[in-house]
Structures are given as structure tokens and as C-alpha cells.
């Protein structure tokens, strides 16, 4: 007997696996929405579209029937959500015929700069504080050809640097003070609605330079502009309190945190960040290290999610502040960057260690397993 099989027989694949299959990347995808014309040349990893995912353990800790969904960005090509500012500022970098790009960056930044710079063929220069940038991150720079230059200073010094520099010789600056970057970053936003049908009502989201979640709101407006959601969300910024200037009020002259991609004293986007609270009825809050990493140990051990500690200040925030959060409320918590950044914190912040000396035979084997 033969089988036929047309594609009649066929499941008809959804809209979402169609979606899944045929990404083009954000900048094809929110083309409408974005800065660019047909003949503007589009450098892409294909990044954005990722998943926004039930965090049921985080849900029920807060109880209420609130419902909580992780907005994974560490699934990025470069592991963060830089990369959706990125492939906008290097597209525009490019189309203006640039060369060289700069940016100052507590690791995450970097990556993506010297990622989306060097497969658009320009030098890429990235300023750090010496010492204070993940592993990973620094790895990533340099293996994709950034020129890293490591000050004797911290993020705020080096972001004050490059700033000169790029006002001074002929190279773009790539930190989100390029307002493209809030462009590309704001389609996380799209994403979240076009998953969900509707806004959430709660955003929360960790908070450095406060560019993104500028962008988000950026992007939630646009949409519901456009008619594609019916509210707009309350947003919600998380701050490490060692490196709270939203919530002290002033400029923080020597932050510190372990969540190194949030130690940053001197917020790029202030007022911006100032309004988007404002308009949105949201608050601003500290979260500490301890705070930080419990979530972090958290959604690692109990929903399988692995992100890198600034990341984890949006549950921790969440977490604190849960009693505020509406019964029946849809909340999305932004997972900035992925856990694999940032080796050193896992190892030593684990609860977990590994058995070591083990004898390579079964019955060492199970007596360490307790059997
Ligand atoms: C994982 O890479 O500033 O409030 O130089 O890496 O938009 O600054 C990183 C920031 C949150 C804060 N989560 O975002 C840099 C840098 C992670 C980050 C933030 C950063 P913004």
C-alpha cells in the first residue's frame, strides 16, 4: 500500500510556529515601527522573539491567582537584551557609513556592541571597569574582536570617557544614550503583547542606566496607540541598593552590588526613567544582594531558569513588594541576561557544591547518592 501525503493531510502549522520558523529578526519584523527605510542595510543575528515563560512556582508564592511570566531575553544571540538596541544602533552606525563604534558597559553591552560591530565590518572599542565585568561578558568581547580598555574607574567613569571621545573623534557612540538603541529595545515590549493579546499589568524590570525600561514603555504606548492592547502596564523598576540612585534621590559616587551589570550610580536615562514612572503610576524600589539572590537561586532551582543576578532583581522586586500586586493581576518580570554570564557568581552562590574526591567505582558513587 501507498501513502499519500499531501500537504491537505497536514496539521496546519499555527500562527505563532509560523512566526517561530520564519523570524527574520526584529528589525524585519517591526519594520512599521522602527526607523528604517528599504534601502537601509539591516544588521542581524536574527535576535528577539523569546519566550515569555509561566513561572508557576514564583506565582504561587505570591498567591491570588497572580498570574507571572518571565520575559526570557537572556535567550538573545549574545545572551541579553542589548541585542535588540544593538542590531538598531549598528544598522544606523552603518547606514551613516561609520567605521567605529565606542561604549562604556558593565559587561553586557559590550558583547552585544562588539558582536553586531564586527559582523558589520567596524572596529569596536569597549571601556570597563577594571574588574568589575562578569567572565563571561568579558570572553564574548574579545573573542568577537572588541578592543577592550579596562579604567581604573567604575561604569559612571567610563560612560563620562566615552562620552568625550565620541564627541571629539570619529566614533559612534553605541550606550543607550544613542536613542536607536531604545528603538530596537522597545520591541520587547511588541513581543510581550503579541504572546499575551493584551498588555500586562505589571512590569517589572531591573534598572541601571534606565534605558530599558524606558524603551519598554516606549514600545507599550506605541501599541496601544496602534490599538493592539487595551491598558498599559504599571512599571515597576528595580534598583540593587547599593546602587539606588532612583531611590536616594541623587547620583551614587561609589555604587556597589554583586549584580555587576546593575552598578551603576549615575543613570544615562534620569529623566526619562523619572516620567516612565510618572506616566505609569510605577514605583521605583531597592531590592538587596541577598534579595537578589535568593531569587536568582530561585528561578534557577524551582522553575529551571537560569539568568544572571541583576536579572533576577526584577523577581526579587516582585517578591518584595507582592502584597501590592492586584488579585488576578498578569505580571511579566524582564530577564535581562542569561546565567551563563556570569560563571563565578553561580559557583559561589550556589547551595548547592559538588562531591569531589570521589572514587570512580559504583559503590563510592551511590554511597554519595545515600544509597
Ligand atoms: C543584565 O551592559 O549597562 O537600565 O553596560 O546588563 O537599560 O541600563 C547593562 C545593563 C539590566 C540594566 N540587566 O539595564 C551594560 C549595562 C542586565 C544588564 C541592565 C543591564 P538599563
Not at 553591552?109 to 568589575?132: E, K, N
Request: hydrophobic content about 40%; some cysteine.
Amino acid at each position: 500500500m501507498t501513502l499519500s501525503i499531501s500537504s491537505a493531510n497536514l496539521p496546519q502549522a499555527s500562527e505563532a510556529a509560523n512566526r517561530a520558523n520564519n523570524w527574520q529578526g526584529l528589525i524585519e519584523t517591526y519594520r512599521n515601527y522602527l526607523p528604517v527605510t528599504d534601502t537601509t542595510p539591516v544588521v542581524t543575528l536574527l535576535e528577539g522573539n523569546t519566550p515569555l515563560i509561566p513561572v508557576p512556582a514564583i506565582a504561587n508564592i505570591i498567591g491570588r491567582q497572580v498570574k507571572v511570566h518571565v520575559k526570557y531575553d537572556g535567550l538573545n544571540p549574545t545572551g541579553s537584551f542589548k541585542d535588540r538596541g544593538m542590531t538598531m544602533a549598528i544598522t544606523k552606525a552603518k547606514e551613516a557609513g561609520a567605521n567605529a563604534v565606542i561604549c562604556a558597559s558593565t559587561g553586557n553591552t559590550s558583547a552585544a556592541a562588539a558582536a553586531y560591530a564586527r559582523r558589520a565590518g567596524m572596529r569596536a572599542f569597549v571601556v570597563i571597569p577594571d574588574g568589575y565585568v562578569a567572565l563571561g561578558k568579558l570572553a564574548q568581547a574579545l573573542l568577537y574582536g572588541a578592543e577592550v580598555i579596562a579604567v581604573k574607574g567604575n561604569f559612571d567613569d567610563a560612560l563620562n570617557i566615552v562620552r568625550s571621545i565620541s564627541e571629539k573623534y570619529p566614533v559612534t557612540l553605541v550606550n543607550s544614550v544613542n536613542p536607536y538603541r531604545l528603538q530596537g529595545q522597545k520591541t520587547a515590549a511588541f513581543e510581550i503583547v503579541d504572546v499575551m493579546g493584551d498588555a500586562p499589568d505589571w512590569l517589572c524590570i531591573p534598572v541601571g542606566n534606565a534605558g530599558n525600561i524606558t524603551a519598554y514603555w516606549m514600545g507599550f504606548n506605541e501599541y496601544m496607540q496602534d490599538g493592539k492592547s487595551s491598558h498599559l502596564p504599571k512599571m515597576m523598576g528595580f534598583q540593587a541598593a547599593g546602587a539606588a540612585p532612583f531611590i536616594a534621590g541623587h547620583p551614587i559616587p561609589d555604587p556597589e552590588t554583586i549584580a555587576t551589570a546593575i552598578r551603576i550610580g549615575n543613570p544615562a536615562n534620569w529623566e526619562k526613567a523619572h516620567k516612565v514612572q510618572q506616566e505609569s503610576y510605577g514605583e521605583f524600589n531597592p531590592v538587596t544582594d541577598e534579595e537578589i539572590l535568593d531569587a536568582y537561586r530561585l528561578l534557577a532551582s524551582e522553575e529551571g531558569i537560569f539568568c544572571e543576578p541583576a536579572s533576577a532583581a526584577s523577581v526579587a522586586g516582585l517578591l518584595k513588594v507582592k502584597d501590592q500586586v492586584p488579585t488576578g493581576a498578569n505580571v511579566v518580570c524582564v530577564l535581562t541576561g542569561n546565567g551563563l554570564k556570569d560563571p563565578s557568581s553561580a559557583i559561589e552562590y550556589s547551595v548547592n557544591e559538588t562531591y569531589q574526591g570521589i572514587e570512580a567505582n559504583i559503590d563510592a558513587v551511590a554511597k554519595v547518592m545515600g544509597f
